[in-house]
């Protein structure tokens, strides 16, 4: 299971940090992303952080704004959130894909970011 | 990037139809596609990965198939169920990617 949580409203340029926490797996077996659903639109993949937290990728959307971690002692990845703007706006998921694979099962059930002044 | 086309954007059918949904994407990306199913307010749902394998839990009347750059999902007999957005997405190669979604309706 994963749980997102640290969602809310946000002020243009500002930050926020997002958590995802996971059990009932052994979660540093596991490698994790992130994936966000603006309002009404589709999925966009943002985030991959490998299970050791050794490789890491983001979307050229937000690169150079957000930074993906995680902590396999606390079972739960992270997602700091920077320089925020309106289009960042989205429903943001956490979800699992396998060692050498990138299917995602499952997936939290996602924490609204809006960015509004 | 490696884009992913999904046709229809959306279709309506009515209960106990077959639907087929295709995806194409933009260069070869072996069988590395993956199919889900996402409800208003609800994550999306892992039914289909690498093209034709199906998810466990998953219902058998979903199935997958294809290679390369082009591939379809497939629903056998229409359930009350199953009307929902349909969205591929390449798991090929990064930055990963999904196809715009296709909203299946009832008629």
């Known amino acids: 299971q994963l749980v997102e949580s640290g969602g809310g409203s946000v002020q243009p340029g500002g930050s926020r940090r997002l958590s995802c926490g996971a059990s009932?797996?052994?979660?540093?077996?596991?490698?994790m992303n992130w994936v966000r659903q603006a309002p009404g639109k589709g999925l966009e993949w943002i985030s991959y952080?490998?299970?050791?937290?050794?490789?890491?990728y983001y979307a050229d959307s937000v690169k150079g704004r957000f930074t993906i971690s995680r902590d396999n002692a606390k079972n739960s990845l992270y997602l700091q959130m920077n320089s925020l703007r309106a289009e960042d706006t989205a429903l943001y998921f956490c979800?699992?894909?396998?060692?050498?694979?990138?299917?995602?099962?499952?997936w939290g059930q996602g924490t609204l970011v809006t960015v509004s002044s | 990037d490696i884009q992913m086309t999904q046709s229809p954007s959306s279709v309506s059918a009515s209960v106990g139809d077959r639907v087929t949904i295709t995806c194409r994407a933009s260069?070869?990306?072996?069988?590395?596609v993956a199919w889900y199913q996402q409800k208003p307010g609800k994550a999306p749902k892992l039914l289909i990965f690498?093209?034709?394998n199906l998810q466990s839990g998953v219902s058998s009347r979903f199935s997958g198939s294809g290679s390369g750059t082009d591939f379809t999902l497939t629903i056998s007999s229409l359930q009350p169920e199953d009307f929902a957005t349909y969205y591929c997405?390449?798991?090929?190669?990064?930055?990963?990617?999904f196809g715009q979604g296709t909203r299946l309706e009832i008629k």
């Open positions: 979800a699992r894909s396998p060692k050498g694979g990138h299917s995602y099962y499952p």
């Open positions: 009932g797996f052994e979660f540093d077996n596991f490698e």
């Open positions: 952080i490998s299970s050791s937290g050794n490789t890491i």
């Open positions: 260069q070869d990306i072996r069988k590395w």
């Open positions: 690498a093209a034709s």
């Open positions: 997405q390449q798991a090929n190669s990064f930055p990963i990617t």
